[in-house]
Protein backbone atom coordinates (compact mmCIF):
# COMPACT_ATOMS: atom_id res chain seq x y z
CA UNK A 1 0.00 0.00 0.00
CA UNK A 2 1.19 3.56 -0.85
CA UNK A 3 2.46 5.18 2.55
CA UNK A 4 0.26 8.11 0.68
CA UNK A 5 -2.97 6.08 0.13
CA UNK A 6 -5.32 6.42 3.00
CA UNK A 7 -5.48 3.10 5.55
CA UNK A 8 -9.62 3.97 5.39
CA UNK A 9 -10.49 5.45 2.02
CA UNK A 10 -14.32 5.61 3.50
CA UNK A 11 -13.86 7.50 7.19
CA UNK A 12 -16.55 8.13 9.27
CA UNK A 13 -18.25 11.23 9.47
CA UNK A 14 -19.53 11.34 13.42
CA UNK A 15 -21.98 14.62 13.22
CA UNK A 16 -24.50 12.06 11.18
CA UNK A 17 -26.98 10.55 12.76
CA UNK A 18 -26.09 6.95 10.85
CA UNK A 19 -22.96 5.66 11.52
CA UNK A 20 -22.71 4.69 7.29
CA UNK A 21 -19.13 5.05 6.73
CA UNK A 22 -18.77 7.96 3.62
CA UNK A 23 -15.92 9.61 1.89
CA UNK A 24 -16.23 12.91 3.68
CA UNK A 25 -12.61 13.47 5.47
CA UNK A 26 -9.35 11.86 5.44
CA UNK A 27 -8.69 11.89 8.66
CA UNK A 28 -12.27 10.81 10.01
CA UNK A 29 -12.96 14.18 11.63
CA UNK A 30 -15.98 15.99 10.81
CA UNK A 31 -15.74 17.94 7.94
CA UNK A 32 -17.22 21.28 8.06
CA UNK A 33 -19.45 22.71 4.69
CA UNK A 34 -18.72 26.12 3.13
CA UNK A 35 -19.87 28.42 0.11
CA UNK A 36 -17.93 29.65 -2.89
CA UNK A 37 -18.49 33.43 -2.36
CA UNK A 38 -15.96 34.86 -5.58
CA UNK A 39 -18.11 35.29 -8.40
CA UNK A 40 -17.63 32.56 -11.35
CA UNK A 41 -19.17 29.22 -12.41
CA UNK A 42 -18.72 27.74 -9.22
CA UNK A 43 -20.46 30.81 -6.88
CA UNK A 44 -23.30 29.71 -4.69
CA UNK A 45 -21.62 26.38 -5.19
CA UNK A 46 -21.26 24.35 -1.31
CA UNK A 47 -18.33 22.25 -0.13
CA UNK A 48 -16.77 20.17 2.29
CA UNK A 49 -13.48 20.71 3.76
CA UNK A 50 -11.59 19.70 6.99
CA UNK A 51 -11.25 21.51 10.24
CA UNK A 52 -7.49 20.05 10.75
CA UNK A 53 -5.64 22.35 8.27
CA UNK A 54 -3.06 19.39 7.71
CA UNK A 55 -6.00 17.38 6.27
CA UNK A 56 -6.11 18.29 2.22
CA UNK A 57 -9.94 17.27 2.07
CA UNK A 58 -11.84 18.94 -0.56
CA UNK A 59 -15.29 17.66 -1.85
CA UNK A 60 -18.05 19.03 -3.26
CA UNK A 61 -21.06 18.54 -1.65
CA UNK A 62 -22.94 18.11 -5.11
CA UNK A 63 -20.25 15.65 -6.12
CA UNK A 64 -22.02 12.51 -7.24
CA UNK A 65 -23.81 14.99 -10.01
CA UNK A 66 -20.90 16.66 -10.31
CA UNK A 67 -19.26 13.45 -11.30
CA UNK A 68 -22.11 12.18 -13.37
CA UNK A 69 -22.58 15.26 -15.80
CA UNK A 70 -18.81 16.29 -16.13
CA UNK A 71 -16.64 12.77 -15.84
CA UNK A 72 -18.18 10.32 -18.03
CA UNK A 73 -15.65 9.77 -19.88
CA UNK A 74 -13.23 8.82 -16.68
CA UNK A 75 -16.49 6.84 -15.61
CA UNK A 76 -16.28 4.83 -18.75
CA UNK A 77 -12.47 4.59 -18.90
CA UNK A 78 -12.68 2.99 -14.97
CA UNK A 79 -15.26 0.56 -16.45
CA UNK A 80 -13.01 -0.77 -18.99
CA UNK A 81 -10.31 -0.88 -16.56
CA UNK A 82 -12.74 -2.97 -14.09
CA UNK A 83 -13.19 -5.31 -16.70
CA UNK A 84 -9.36 -6.73 -16.93
CA UNK A 85 -9.87 -6.06 -12.94
CA UNK A 86 -12.59 -8.92 -12.74
CA UNK A 87 -10.79 -11.20 -14.95
CA UNK A 88 -7.84 -11.50 -13.18
CA UNK A 89 -9.60 -12.09 -9.81
CA UNK A 90 -11.74 -14.37 -11.41
CA UNK A 91 -8.51 -16.12 -12.07
CA UNK A 92 -7.55 -19.01 -11.18
CA UNK A 93 -3.71 -17.91 -10.12
CA UNK A 94 -3.53 -16.34 -6.63
CA UNK A 95 -1.22 -13.56 -7.40
CA UNK A 96 -3.06 -12.37 -10.29
CA UNK A 97 -6.46 -12.47 -7.26
CA UNK A 98 -4.55 -10.56 -5.07
CA UNK A 99 -3.65 -8.12 -7.68
CA UNK A 100 -7.02 -7.99 -8.87
CA UNK A 101 -8.40 -7.43 -5.63
CA UNK A 102 -6.00 -4.58 -4.90
CA UNK A 103 -6.87 -2.85 -7.85
CA UNK A 104 -10.68 -3.26 -7.03
CA UNK A 105 -9.71 -1.53 -4.10
CA UNK A 106 -8.01 1.41 -5.14
CA UNK A 107 -10.77 1.81 -7.87
CA UNK A 108 -13.20 1.77 -4.93
CA UNK A 109 -11.43 4.37 -2.72
CA UNK A 110 -11.96 6.45 -5.59
CA UNK A 111 -12.80 9.95 -3.48
CA UNK A 112 -14.74 11.49 -6.53
CA UNK A 113 -16.33 8.86 -8.30
CA UNK A 114 -16.19 5.14 -6.22
CA UNK A 115 -17.84 3.18 -9.18
CA UNK A 116 -19.81 0.78 -6.75
CA UNK A 117 -22.56 0.02 -8.92
CA UNK A 118 -20.38 -1.46 -12.14
CA UNK A 119 -18.79 -3.23 -9.79
CA UNK A 120 -21.96 -5.20 -8.00
CA UNK A 121 -22.78 -5.73 -11.86
CA UNK A 122 -19.57 -6.97 -12.88
CA UNK A 123 -20.47 -10.36 -10.88
CA UNK A 124 -17.29 -10.11 -8.82
CA UNK A 125 -18.90 -10.29 -5.42
CA UNK A 126 -19.05 -14.01 -4.92
CA UNK A 127 -15.41 -13.93 -5.71
CA UNK A 128 -14.82 -10.98 -2.67
CA UNK A 129 -17.20 -13.35 -0.33
CA UNK A 130 -15.04 -16.82 -1.64
CA UNK A 131 -12.12 -15.06 -0.96
CA UNK A 132 -12.88 -14.25 2.88
CA UNK A 133 -12.41 -17.90 3.62
CA UNK A 134 -8.48 -18.31 2.64
CA UNK A 135 -7.25 -18.03 6.03
CA UNK A 136 -3.57 -18.88 4.35
CA UNK A 137 -3.97 -15.34 2.90
CA UNK A 138 -4.46 -12.87 5.24
CA UNK A 139 -3.81 -10.23 2.63
CA UNK A 140 -6.12 -11.66 0.19
CA UNK A 141 -9.03 -11.13 2.93
CA UNK A 142 -7.74 -8.03 3.98
CA UNK A 143 -8.01 -6.19 0.66
CA UNK A 144 -11.68 -8.21 -0.19
CA UNK A 145 -12.57 -6.81 3.05
CA UNK A 146 -11.75 -3.79 2.32
CA UNK A 147 -13.44 -3.92 -0.46
CA UNK A 148 -16.84 -4.90 0.57
CA UNK A 149 -16.50 -2.34 3.17
CA UNK A 150 -16.63 0.42 0.03
CA UNK A 151 -19.37 -1.33 -1.38
CA UNK A 152 -21.48 -1.89 1.44
CA UNK A 153 -21.19 2.00 2.22
CA UNK A 154 -22.81 2.92 -0.61
CA UNK A 155 -26.84 2.33 -1.36
CA UNK A 156 -28.98 -0.14 0.21
CA UNK A 157 -29.45 -2.54 -2.48
CA UNK A 158 -25.60 -2.60 -2.78
CA UNK A 159 -25.40 -3.66 0.94
CA UNK A 160 -28.17 -6.44 0.24
CA UNK A 161 -26.21 -7.71 -3.07
CA UNK A 162 -23.25 -8.10 -0.55
CA UNK A 163 -25.52 -9.89 1.38
CA UNK A 164 -26.46 -12.47 -0.35
CA UNK A 165 -23.56 -13.74 -1.03
CA UNK A 166 -23.80 -14.73 2.29
CA UNK A 167 -20.94 -12.10 4.01
CA UNK A 168 -22.42 -12.09 7.42
CA UNK A 169 -21.64 -15.74 8.76
CA UNK A 170 -17.77 -15.27 7.67
CA UNK A 171 -17.53 -11.77 8.47
CA UNK A 172 -18.15 -13.08 12.34
CA UNK A 173 -16.06 -15.62 11.90
CA UNK A 174 -13.38 -13.67 10.24
CA UNK A 175 -13.48 -11.28 13.97
CA UNK A 176 -11.61 -13.93 15.63
CA UNK A 177 -8.73 -13.88 13.05
CA UNK A 178 -5.38 -13.77 14.58
CA UNK A 179 -4.78 -10.63 11.90
CA UNK A 180 -5.43 -7.21 14.09
CA UNK A 181 -5.77 -5.94 10.28
CA UNK A 182 -8.70 -8.67 9.18
CA UNK A 183 -10.12 -7.68 12.40
CA UNK A 184 -10.60 -4.28 11.91
CA UNK A 185 -11.51 -4.39 8.38
CA UNK A 186 -14.53 -7.08 9.40
CA UNK A 187 -16.18 -4.74 12.06
CA UNK A 188 -15.87 -2.22 9.55
CA UNK A 189 -18.00 -4.22 6.91
CA UNK A 190 -20.36 -5.21 9.75
CA UNK A 191 -20.74 -1.57 10.89
CA UNK A 192 -21.47 -0.81 7.21
CA UNK A 193 -24.24 -3.40 7.27
CA UNK A 194 -25.78 -2.80 10.47
CA UNK A 195 -26.41 0.65 9.81
CA UNK A 196 -28.23 0.07 6.00
CA UNK A 197 -31.51 -0.99 8.20
CA UNK A 198 -32.78 -2.56 10.78
CA UNK A 199 -33.45 -5.91 8.70
CA UNK A 200 -29.60 -5.98 8.54
CA UNK A 201 -29.07 -5.28 11.61
CA UNK A 202 -31.22 -7.80 13.24
CA UNK A 203 -29.43 -10.50 10.45
CA UNK A 204 -26.31 -9.12 12.11
CA UNK A 205 -27.65 -9.51 15.53
CA UNK A 206 -29.16 -12.47 15.33
CA UNK A 207 -25.98 -13.88 13.63
CA UNK A 208 -24.28 -13.55 16.87
CA UNK A 209 -21.75 -10.93 16.11
CA UNK A 210 -22.53 -8.53 19.24
CA UNK A 211 -20.19 -11.15 21.50
CA UNK A 212 -17.07 -11.47 19.59
CA UNK A 213 -17.37 -7.69 19.25
CA UNK A 214 -17.13 -7.17 22.65
CA UNK A 215 -14.84 -9.57 23.35
CA UNK A 216 -12.67 -7.64 21.23
CA UNK A 217 -12.95 -4.15 23.08
CA UNK A 218 -12.62 -6.10 26.03
CA UNK A 219 -9.11 -7.11 24.96
CA UNK A 220 -8.49 -3.32 24.99
CA UNK A 221 -6.91 -3.39 21.24
CA UNK A 222 -5.92 -0.28 19.70
CA UNK A 223 -7.49 3.05 19.00
CA UNK A 224 -8.71 2.17 15.66
CA UNK A 225 -9.89 -1.13 16.34
CA UNK A 226 -11.99 0.49 19.61
CA UNK A 227 -13.54 3.11 17.17
CA UNK A 228 -14.83 1.09 14.47
CA UNK A 229 -16.07 -1.47 17.26
CA UNK A 230 -17.62 1.74 18.91
CA UNK A 231 -19.02 2.43 15.92
CA UNK A 232 -20.18 -1.09 15.01
CA UNK A 233 -22.02 -1.27 18.54
CA UNK A 234 -23.95 2.36 17.64
CA UNK A 235 -25.64 0.78 14.59
CA UNK A 236 -26.73 -2.22 16.28
CA UNK A 237 -28.15 -0.49 19.03
CA UNK A 238 -29.74 2.21 16.49
CA UNK A 239 -32.88 2.26 14.31
CA UNK A 240 -36.85 1.48 14.77
CA UNK A 241 -37.99 -0.57 16.00
CA UNK A 242 -35.61 -0.80 18.16
CA UNK A 243 -33.68 -4.14 18.95
CA UNK A 244 -34.68 -6.69 21.37
CA UNK A 245 -33.50 -5.97 24.81
CA UNK A 246 -31.58 -9.73 25.43
CA UNK A 247 -29.90 -8.60 22.29
CA UNK A 248 -28.41 -5.48 23.03
CA UNK A 249 -28.15 -5.24 26.98
CA UNK A 250 -24.85 -7.66 27.21
CA UNK A 251 -23.03 -4.12 25.57
CA UNK A 252 -24.46 -2.05 28.27
CA UNK A 253 -21.38 -1.78 30.32
CA UNK A 254 -18.80 -2.36 27.64
CA UNK A 255 -20.82 0.83 26.19
CA UNK A 256 -19.69 2.47 29.42
CA UNK A 257 -16.35 1.25 29.39
CA UNK A 258 -16.16 3.49 26.62
CA UNK A 259 -17.38 6.49 27.60
CA UNK A 260 -14.05 6.96 29.58
CA UNK A 261 -12.13 6.08 26.51
CA UNK A 262 -10.06 10.10 25.62
CA UNK A 263 -11.03 8.99 21.96
CA UNK A 264 -13.54 11.70 20.95
CA UNK A 265 -15.36 9.23 18.04
CA UNK A 266 -15.36 5.83 20.37
CA UNK A 267 -17.28 8.72 22.71
CA UNK A 268 -20.07 9.53 19.98
CA UNK A 269 -20.43 5.76 19.32
CA UNK A 270 -21.05 4.88 22.89
CA UNK A 271 -23.37 7.38 23.85
CA UNK A 272 -25.41 7.47 20.65
CA UNK A 273 -25.82 3.77 21.75
CA UNK A 274 -27.23 4.77 25.26
CA UNK A 275 -29.18 7.70 23.27
CA UNK A 276 -31.22 4.47 20.80
CA UNK A 277 -31.32 2.10 24.25
CA UNK A 278 -32.89 4.48 26.46
CA UNK A 279 -34.96 5.78 24.28
CA UNK A 280 -37.97 3.44 25.20
CA UNK A 281 -40.08 1.98 28.54
CA UNK A 282 -38.90 2.00 32.23
CA UNK A 283 -36.86 -0.91 32.22
CA UNK A 284 -34.67 0.34 29.44
CA UNK A 285 -34.20 3.59 30.99
CA UNK A 286 -33.14 1.25 34.51
CA UNK A 287 -30.40 -0.62 32.65
CA UNK A 288 -28.94 2.49 31.38
CA UNK A 289 -28.88 4.36 35.24
CA UNK A 290 -27.73 0.99 36.82
CA UNK A 291 -24.59 1.24 34.15
CA UNK A 292 -23.98 4.43 35.81
CA UNK A 293 -24.40 7.01 33.11
CA UNK A 294 -25.58 9.62 34.71
CA UNK A 295 -22.63 10.31 36.32
CA UNK A 296 -21.31 11.37 33.74
CA UNK A 297 -23.37 13.12 31.61
CA UNK A 298 -23.07 16.35 32.79
CA UNK A 299 -19.45 16.36 31.80
CA UNK A 300 -20.36 14.83 28.25
CA UNK A 301 -23.08 17.85 28.31
CA UNK A 302 -20.99 20.70 28.11
CA UNK A 303 -18.12 18.55 25.85
CA UNK A 304 -16.80 20.76 23.10
CA UNK A 305 -17.38 18.28 20.20
CA UNK A 306 -21.17 18.83 19.59
CA UNK A 307 -21.78 15.15 18.08
CA UNK A 308 -20.95 14.05 21.51
CA UNK A 309 -23.18 16.89 23.31
CA UNK A 310 -26.40 15.94 21.10
CA UNK A 311 -26.60 12.31 22.10
CA UNK A 312 -26.03 12.96 25.90
CA UNK A 313 -28.68 15.83 25.95
CA UNK A 314 -30.82 13.64 24.29
CA UNK A 315 -30.01 10.32 27.04
CA UNK A 316 -30.66 12.77 29.60
CA UNK A 317 -34.53 13.62 27.89
CA UNK A 318 -35.19 10.24 27.49
CA UNK A 319 -34.11 9.72 31.37
CA UNK A 320 -36.24 12.18 32.09
CA UNK A 321 -39.52 10.76 30.55
CA UNK A 322 -39.14 7.86 32.60
CA UNK A 323 -41.21 7.68 36.04
CA UNK A 324 -40.11 10.63 38.70
CA UNK A 325 -37.44 7.83 40.47
CA UNK A 326 -35.88 7.44 37.14
CA UNK A 327 -35.99 11.23 36.22
CA UNK A 328 -34.05 11.90 39.86
CA UNK A 329 -30.81 10.14 38.71
CA UNK A 330 -30.29 13.03 36.54
CA UNK A 331 -31.41 16.53 38.36
CA UNK A 332 -28.54 17.90 39.72
CA UNK A 333 -26.38 20.82 39.73
CA UNK A 334 -24.01 19.72 37.01
CA UNK A 335 -26.73 18.24 34.70
CA UNK A 336 -29.24 21.43 35.78
CA UNK A 337 -26.53 23.98 34.31
CA UNK A 338 -25.42 22.27 31.74
CA UNK A 339 -28.95 22.50 30.39
CA UNK A 340 -28.86 26.45 31.27
CA UNK A 341 -26.10 27.46 29.38
CA UNK A 342 -27.26 24.64 26.38
CA UNK A 343 -30.06 26.96 25.71
CA UNK A 344 -27.66 29.43 24.13
CA UNK A 345 -26.10 27.51 21.76
CA UNK A 346 -26.05 28.55 18.41
CA UNK A 347 -27.28 25.41 17.05
CA UNK A 348 -31.06 24.81 16.98
CA UNK A 349 -31.30 21.30 17.55
CA UNK A 350 -29.23 21.49 20.69
CA UNK A 351 -31.51 24.62 21.89
CA UNK A 352 -34.57 22.41 21.36
CA UNK A 353 -33.26 19.43 22.56
CA UNK A 354 -32.28 21.20 25.96
CA UNK A 355 -35.84 22.34 26.07
CA UNK A 356 -37.38 19.08 25.26
CA UNK A 357 -35.15 17.28 27.86
CA UNK A 358 -36.43 20.31 30.64
CA UNK A 359 -39.99 19.97 29.69
CA UNK A 360 -39.29 16.21 30.46
CA UNK A 361 -37.94 17.45 34.16
CA UNK A 362 -40.62 19.84 34.81
CA UNK A 363 -43.41 17.24 33.75
CA UNK A 364 -45.64 15.94 37.23
CA UNK A 365 -42.88 16.17 40.04
CA UNK A 366 -43.08 19.55 42.33
CA UNK A 367 -39.60 19.00 43.66
CA UNK A 368 -37.91 18.15 40.22
CA UNK A 369 -39.74 21.82 39.46
CA UNK A 370 -38.55 23.44 42.10
CA UNK A 371 -34.55 22.00 40.97
CA UNK A 372 -35.47 23.15 37.20
CA UNK A 373 -36.16 26.65 39.20
CA UNK A 374 -33.50 26.92 42.02
CA UNK A 375 -31.36 26.04 38.83
CA UNK A 376 -31.93 29.32 37.39
CA UNK A 377 -33.56 27.85 33.93
CA UNK A 378 -36.69 30.15 33.80
CA UNK A 379 -35.42 33.20 33.28
CA UNK A 380 -34.11 32.28 29.81
CA UNK A 381 -36.55 30.13 29.04
CA UNK A 382 -39.10 33.24 29.09
CA UNK A 383 -37.08 35.58 27.26
CA UNK A 384 -36.71 32.57 24.64
CA UNK A 385 -40.23 33.28 23.71
CA UNK A 386 -39.21 36.44 22.79
CA UNK A 387 -36.14 36.14 21.03
CA UNK A 388 -36.41 32.70 19.62
CA UNK A 389 -36.87 32.89 15.59
CA UNK A 390 -37.52 29.36 15.29
CA UNK A 391 -40.97 27.74 15.88
CA UNK A 392 -39.51 24.43 16.43
CA UNK A 393 -37.85 25.54 19.30
CA UNK A 394 -40.77 27.90 20.56
CA UNK A 395 -42.74 24.74 20.79
CA UNK A 396 -40.43 23.25 23.34
CA UNK A 397 -40.30 26.30 25.44
CA UNK A 398 -43.78 26.51 25.64
CA UNK A 399 -43.94 22.68 27.05
CA UNK A 400 -41.58 23.61 29.41
CA UNK A 401 -43.95 26.49 30.81
CA UNK A 402 -47.45 24.08 30.31
CA UNK A 403 -45.85 21.51 32.53
CA UNK A 404 -45.14 24.32 34.90
CA UNK A 405 -48.90 25.20 34.70
CA UNK A 406 -49.92 22.15 34.61
CA UNK A 407 -48.56 20.71 37.69
CA UNK A 408 -46.39 23.11 39.54
CA UNK A 409 -47.94 24.27 43.09
CA UNK A 410 -49.56 27.94 43.55
CA UNK A 411 -46.61 29.41 44.68
CA UNK A 412 -44.10 27.82 41.63
CA UNK A 413 -46.72 29.42 39.09
CA UNK A 414 -47.08 32.40 40.61
CA UNK A 415 -42.82 32.84 40.49
CA UNK A 416 -43.39 31.83 36.54
CA UNK A 417 -46.32 34.51 36.76
CA UNK A 418 -43.60 37.20 37.78
CA UNK A 419 -41.17 36.69 34.89
CA UNK A 420 -43.85 38.13 32.74
CA UNK A 421 -44.47 35.27 30.84
CA UNK A 422 -47.89 35.84 29.28
CA UNK A 423 -47.09 39.10 27.06
CA UNK A 424 -44.64 37.17 25.01
CA UNK A 425 -47.28 33.95 24.88
CA UNK A 426 -49.91 36.28 23.65
CA UNK A 427 -47.51 38.32 21.17
CA UNK A 428 -46.88 34.64 19.27
CA UNK A 429 -50.16 34.01 20.09
CA UNK A 430 -51.40 37.12 17.94
CA UNK A 431 -49.33 36.06 14.81
CA UNK A 432 -49.43 33.14 15.15
CA UNK A 433 -50.06 30.58 11.55
CA UNK A 434 -48.07 27.36 13.03
CA UNK A 435 -51.36 24.88 13.46
CA UNK A 436 -48.98 22.76 15.85
CA UNK A 437 -47.89 26.25 17.42
CA UNK A 438 -51.25 27.41 18.09
CA UNK A 439 -52.78 24.19 19.75
CA UNK A 440 -50.25 24.46 22.10
CA UNK A 441 -50.22 28.32 23.00
CA UNK A 442 -53.49 27.31 23.81
CA UNK A 443 -53.36 24.42 25.90
CA UNK A 444 -50.63 26.70 27.79
CA UNK A 445 -53.32 29.27 28.68
CA UNK A 446 -55.77 26.90 29.60
CA UNK A 447 -53.70 24.43 31.82
CA UNK A 448 -53.21 27.94 33.94
CA UNK A 449 -56.49 29.04 33.98
CA UNK A 450 -57.41 25.09 35.18
CA UNK A 451 -54.93 25.56 37.81
CA UNK A 452 -56.10 28.38 38.80
CA UNK A 453 -59.22 26.65 39.38
CA UNK A 454 -57.65 23.56 41.14
CA UNK A 455 -55.72 26.14 43.74
CA UNK A 456 -58.73 28.34 44.58
CA UNK A 457 -61.67 26.21 43.82
CA UNK A 458 -64.43 28.45 46.02
CA UNK A 459 -62.96 31.78 45.06
CA UNK A 460 -62.34 34.27 41.71
CA UNK A 461 -59.54 32.23 39.55
CA UNK A 462 -56.36 34.14 40.25
CA UNK A 463 -54.95 33.85 37.34
CA UNK A 464 -58.06 35.22 34.74
CA UNK A 465 -56.85 39.00 35.54
CA UNK A 466 -53.39 37.43 34.86
CA UNK A 467 -54.72 36.99 30.54
CA UNK A 468 -56.80 39.92 30.75
CA UNK A 469 -54.25 41.79 31.48
CA UNK A 470 -52.40 41.72 28.54
CA UNK A 471 -55.31 41.52 26.05
CA UNK A 472 -54.92 37.72 26.24
CA UNK A 473 -58.52 37.08 25.66
CA UNK A 474 -59.39 39.73 22.89
CA UNK A 475 -56.03 37.68 21.10
CA UNK A 476 -57.47 33.90 21.88
CA UNK A 477 -61.01 35.42 20.05
CA UNK A 478 -59.39 35.91 17.09
CA UNK A 479 -59.44 32.46 16.24
CA UNK A 480 -63.19 31.69 17.45
CA UNK A 481 -63.67 30.96 13.71
CA UNK A 482 -60.95 28.38 13.13
CA UNK A 483 -61.28 25.79 10.41
CA UNK A 484 -59.88 23.27 13.14
CA UNK A 485 -62.35 22.28 15.46
CA UNK A 486 -59.70 21.33 18.36
CA UNK A 487 -58.55 25.20 18.25
CA UNK A 488 -61.74 26.15 18.56
CA UNK A 489 -62.48 23.64 21.19
CA UNK A 490 -59.86 25.08 23.13
CA UNK A 491 -60.42 28.99 22.36
CA UNK A 492 -64.34 28.58 23.93
CA UNK A 493 -62.81 26.81 26.88
CA UNK A 494 -60.97 29.95 27.66
CA UNK A 495 -63.12 32.28 26.78
CA UNK A 496 -65.99 31.06 29.17
CA UNK A 497 -63.71 31.86 32.12
CA UNK A 498 -63.54 35.38 31.16
CA UNK A 499 -67.50 35.20 30.53
CA UNK A 500 -68.19 33.40 33.97
CA UNK A 501 -66.53 36.13 35.58
CA UNK A 502 -69.16 38.75 34.10
CA UNK A 503 -71.52 36.76 35.97
Same mark, same amino acid.
Not at 323 to 329: A, F, P, Q, R
Given at each position: MNENESAHPLPLTVDTDNFHISSLCYCSKPSIQR???? %? #???? #? $??????? *??????? $???????HCNNTNLQNVSKEVNNLTRIVESIQSNNISAQLDGTVALRKLLSDKNYPPIEEVVESGVLPSLVKFLYLEDYPHLQFESLWSISNI????????????????????? %? @?? %?????? &???QSIWALCNIAGDSTKYRDIVLKMGAMQPILDIINNQPKQSVLRNASWTLSNLFRGKPRPTKCSVDIALHTLMQLLYNNNEEIIVGAIKAFSYYSDGPNDRIQDVIECGVPKVLGKLLLHTNTSITTPALRTIGNIASG???????IVNDTVLQG??????? %??? &?? $?????????????? *? $?????? &????????????? @?????????????LWIINNLFSDGSKDQIDYVITLECML??? *?ILENCTDLKLLNL????????? *?? #??????????????? &????? #????VRLFSNHYNVDITILVTEILDYRNKMDL
Open positions: EVCK %K #GQNQ #G $RCFYLCK *NKGCNFF $RWCDYEETSGKSHHTEAVCKEGVVPVLI %K @LL %KSSSIE &VVEDDKLTHSLLQLLSS %KKM &VI $RKEACWAISNIASG *N $REHIQS &VINANILPKVIKM @LSEEKDNRVKYEVPII *NLLQTITSLL *NS #GNRIESNSINPYIEC &VEGCD #GFEK
